[in-house]
């Protein structure tokens, strides 16, 4: 195959290639890199026996990006934030849809927890359904050995450790502080991202009281939008706390907490929030205020 139609045939696969390296490396920079690279070693091999280029080339991206993670990892080096150069290009749909990524910083927190091993096998199966066999000659493992990492990975992602555990404290304190965060600045995508779709807001009754008060909380929320129009703006007071050990928040006026803010999270968003103002439960709990 001529040059020419080499570079034809690549950049027919560019945007797909583009797709499974950003979602691989989270930086839109390095994936571009990956995808350079990917170009380099298609030039210099032959393909002429290749009955499926596009498969090929998954497999060659897909290892060049495991070498670039392993780098990484080596250096204890991790993008601070996914990077969005490209996110405006509405002319590729897949591009876009890969770099506006809803989970954002919270998926990127949970994918700097696997191995670059677990984080090819799990992003490549997973996202872009790419067999177990294929992956395997990426990783230099068996399929039954893949499959493994790719179940550990999908564990992981979806909140839950080997031992069916919660995904640890450090991730949701995470979330719960981009929650808050986000609350502050009033912004309301931010707070979507964090925010299961049904997510339900509740509270105790003397909370409920002192919402009323000041017309701030109505008895239950329910949806995203709901929740988010309910905190956007507000929140400013609250602190993040280990509440019985587990993350949270609270309002705590001169120090003495009023309210506490209990959240549950599943698969790296929040699917419920409950506020605890009653005295005698406040003064049960074990609260520990960490930011």
């Known amino acids: 195959m001529n040059e020419e139609r080499l570079a034809e045939r690549f950049e027919n696969d560019r945007a797909r290639l583009l797709a499974v390296a ?3 490396l989270r930086s839109a ?4 890199d990956a995808v350079q690279e990917t170009w380099l070693r298609l030039r210099r091999a032959d393909t002429s026996d290749v009955e499926n280029l596009s498969g090929w080339l998954t497999t060659v991206v897909g290892r060049v990006c495991l070498d670039m993670l392993r780098a990484r990892r ?3 080096e991790e993008p601070s934030a996914p990077e969005n150069e490209h996110a405006s290009d509405a002319a590729d749909p897949e591009r876009e849809a890969v770099l506006t990524d809803s989970v954002g910083q919270a998926m990127l927190t949970v994918l700097q927890r696997l191995t670059p091993a677990e984080r090819v096998a799990f992003v490549l ?8 066999e294929e992956i395997a000659s990426i990783v230099e493992r068996s399929p039954v050995a893949t499959r493994k990492l790719a179940s550990r990975g999908r564990q992981r992602v979806q909140g839950v450790t080997e031992d069916g555990e919660v995904e640890d404290a450090e991730l949701q304190q995470f979330i719960i502080d981009a929650f808050f965060r986000a609350a502050r600045d009033g912004d309301f995508q931010a707070l979507l991202a964090v925010l299961d779709p049904d997510v339900a807001l509740r509270g105790d009754e003397t909370a409920l009281r002192m919402g009323s008060r000041s017309g701030w909380l109505p008895s239950e929320l329910r949806g995203a939008e709901a929740v988010a129009r309910q905190f956007g703006g507000r929140a400013d007071a609250a602190q993040l ?3 019985n050990g587990v993350p949270g ?3 705590a006026p001169a120090g003495t907490p009023r309210v506490a803010f209990g959240f549950t999270i599943r698969n790296g968003r929040i699917v419920e929030i409950t506020l605890s103002a009653d005295p005698g439960r406040l003064d049960r709990l074990n609260i520990k205020i960490v930011g």
């Open 29 to 32: 920079s390095e994936a571009e």
């Open 249 to 251: 928040a609270v309002w």
């Open 241 to 243: 706390a280990l509440i």
């Open 22 to 24: 950003y979602r691989l």
């Open 125 to 132: 199966h997973d996202v872009f359904g790419v067999s177990y």
């Open 74 to 76: 080596s250096r204890r």
